[in-house]
C-alpha cells in the first residue's frame, strides 16, 4: 500500500516518475547485485522517497538474521547504515516518513549533494542511486571543490559522486543516455571514472520505464580501486533495449524481465563472476578499455 501511494504521487507530479519513483523491481536487482552486507554504510546521494535505502535494508535482514546480531549491530543498522541526502521538500518528508514506517532512522538530510554539503557525506561501503535528470537547479555549476570535473549536467556531476566511496567500495547508478556519450567534460569524466574505479557492468535499460516519453537510461555497476590509475580492463554491456516490449502501465515491469541479466551478471557484486560473450546475436557482450579509448570514450555502444 505504500508503494503503491508514493508512485500515485509520482505519477500525478508534472515533473513525472523520476523525481520520485523508481520501478521496485529495478531497485530489487539493483540492490541484489550488489548484495549490501550487515555493518556497511550505504548511502544514496539522491535518496528521493527512500525506495534505494528500504530496499537495501530489506535485502540485508532477509540474508541475515537479526535475532543473532549484538546489540550494537541492531543499532548501526537502525541508526547509522542508511544515510544520504535529498534536495526537494516534498519529497524529503516523504522520505522521512517511509523510513519511519519501515524502522530506519539514518540521516539522510535536506540539501544538495552537488552543493559542499555532499562533500561531507561519510564514506560509503555502497551507493545506490538514481539521480535526478535535467540540469542543475537554478542553472550554473555544482559549487563542490571536490570535483576535478565542473559541469552544468547534474548526471555527469553526480557520476563523479564515486569520490564518496570508500577503496573498494561499489556502487549502481541510474544514468541517462546522455552521460555515456557527450563529449567534452563527459569524455574526461567517463575517462576518470574508468581509471579510479572498475566500470564492469552497464545494463541498457528499456524505454518506458521512467517516463512517457521514453527517456533512455541506464544502470551503472561499478568498484572503487584502491589506485587511481587503470581500474577498468573492459566493460560488458547488457542490451535489455533491443527488441523488446513497450513497457507501461498497459505492460508493467516485472522482476522476471532482469532474470537473464541477473544470470550473466553472476553472483559476484563486483563483476568478477565467470561471464560469457554472446556475441553479436546475444544481449550481453563485452569491449575492452582500448576500444572503449578508441571510440573517445564513448560508452553508447550497441550491437
Given at each position: 500500500?505504500?508503494?503503491?501511494?508514493?508512485?500515485?504521487?509520482?505519477d500525478?507530479?508534472?515533473?513525472?516518475?523520476?523525481q520520485?519513483f523508481?520501478?521496485r523491481p529495478?531497485?530489487d536487482?539493483?540492490?541484489a547485485?550488489i548484495?549490501?552486507q550487515?555493518g556497511?554504510?550505504?548511502?544514496?546521494?539522491?535518496?528521493g522517497?527512500?525506495?534505494f535505502?528500504?530496499?537495501?535494508?530489506?535485502y540485508?535482514?532477509q540474508?541475515h538474521d537479526?535475532?543473532?546480531?549484538?546489540?550494537?549491530?541492531?543499532?548501526f543498522?537502525q541508526?547509522?547504515?542508511f544515510?544520504?541526502?535529498e534536495?526537494?521538500?516534498d519529497?524529503?518528508?516523504?522520505l522521512?516518513?517511509n523510513?519511519?514506517l519501515?524502522?530506519?532512522e539514518?540521516?539522510?538530510?535536506?540539501?544538495?549533494t552537488?552543493?559542499?554539503g555532499?562533500q561531507r557525506l561519510?564514506?560509503?561501503?555502497a551507493?545506490?542511486?538514481?539521480p535526478?535528470?535535467g540540469?542543475?537547479?537554478g542553472?550554473?555549476l555544482?559549487?563542490?571543490?571536490?570535483?576535478?570535473?565542473?559541469?552544468s549536467?547534474?548526471?555527469l556531476?553526480?557520476?563523479?559522486?564515486?569520490?564518496s566511496?570508500?577503496?573498494?567500495?561499489?556502487?549502481?547508478?541510474?544514468?541517462?543516455?546522455?552521460v555515456?556519450?557527450?563529449?567534452?567534460?563527459g569524455r574526461?569524466?567517463?575517462?576518470?571514472?574508468m581509471?579510479?574505479c572498475n566500470l564492469?557492468?552497464?545494463?541498457?535499460?528499456?524505454?518506458?520505464?521512467f517516463?512517457?516519453?521514453g527517456?533512455?537510461?541506464?544502470?551503472?555497476?561499478?568498484?572503487?580501486?584502491?589506485?587511481e590509475?587503470?581500474n577498468t580492463k573492459?566493460v560488458?554491456?547488457y542490451?535489455?533495449?533491443?527488441?523488446?516490449?513497450?513497457f507501461g502501465?498497459?505492460?508493467?515491469?516485472?522482476?522476471?524481465?532482469?532474470a537473464?541479466?541477473?544470470?550473466?551478471?553472476g553472483d559476484?557484486?563486483?563483476?568478477?563472476?565467470?561471464r560469457?560473450?554472446?556475441?553479436?546475436?546475444?544481449?550481453?557482450?563485452?569491449?575492452t578499455r582500448?576500444?572503449?579509448?578508441?571510440?573517445?570514450?564513448?560508452l553508447d555502444i550497441?550491437?
Amino acid at each position: 500500500m505504500r508503494n503503491s501511494l508514493l508512485q500515485k504521487n509520482a505519477d500525478e507530479k508534472k515533473s513525472g516518475a523520476g523525481q520520485y519513483f523508481t520501478p521496485r523491481p529495478l531497485i530489487d536487482c539493483m540492490v541484489a547485485l550488489i548484495q549490501p552486507q550487515p555493518g556497511e554504510l550505504i548511502q544514496d546521494p539522491a535518496a528521493g522517497t527512500g525506495g534505494f535505502l528500504i530496499a537495501g535494508d530489506r535485502y540485508i535482514r532477509q540474508h541475515h538474521d537479526p535475532f543473532e546480531w549484538t546489540e550494537a549491530q541492531q543499532s548501526f543498522q537502525q541508526y547509522q547504515a542508511f544515510y544520504g541526502m535529498e534536495l526537494v521538500q516534498d519529497a524529503h518528508r516523504l522520505l522521512l516518513m517511509n523510513m519511519m514506517l519501515h524502522g530506519i532512522e539514518g540521516a539522510v538530510d535536506l540539501g544538495d549533494t552537488l552543493s559542499p554539503g555532499g562533500q561531507r557525506l561519510a564514506k560509503a561501503d555502497a551507493i545506490l542511486t538514481n539521480p535526478p535528470f535535467g540540469t542543475k537547479k537554478g542553472g550554473g555549476l555544482p559549487s563542490r571543490d571536490d570535483f576535478t570535473y565542473h559541469t552544468s549536467n547534474k548526471q555527469l556531476a553526480f557520476l563523479q559522486q564515486y569520490r564518496s566511496l570508500k577503496p573498494g567500495g561499489r556502487a549502481t547508478v541510474v544514468l541517462p543516455d546522455n552521460v555515456l556519450f557527450e563529449d567534452r567534460q563527459g569524455r574526461a569524466i567517463r575517462a576518470d571514472l574508468m581509471n579510479k574505479c572498475n566500470l564492469h557492468t552497464i545494463l541498457r535499460l528499456p524505454t518506458g520505464i521512467f517516463y512517457a516519453q521514453g527517456v533512455k537510461t541506464n544502470v551503472l555497476f561499478f568498484q572503487r580501486g584502491t589506485t587511481e590509475k587503470g581500474n577498468t580492463k573492459a566493460v560488458w554491456f547488457y542490451d535489455m533495449r533491443t527488441n523488446m516490449p513497450s513497457f507501461g502501465k498497459r505492460y508493467p515491469l516485472t522482476r522476471e524481465h532482469f532474470a537473464q541479466f541477473e544470470q550473466c551478471y553472476g553472483d559476484d557484486p563486483n563483476g568478477n563472476s565467470p561471464r560469457v560473450d554472446l556475441g553479436e546475436d546475444g544481449r550481453f557482450r563485452c569491449f575492452t578499455r582500448d576500444y572503449i579509448e578508441k571510440r573517445n570514450e564513448n560508452l553508447d555502444i550497441s550491437w
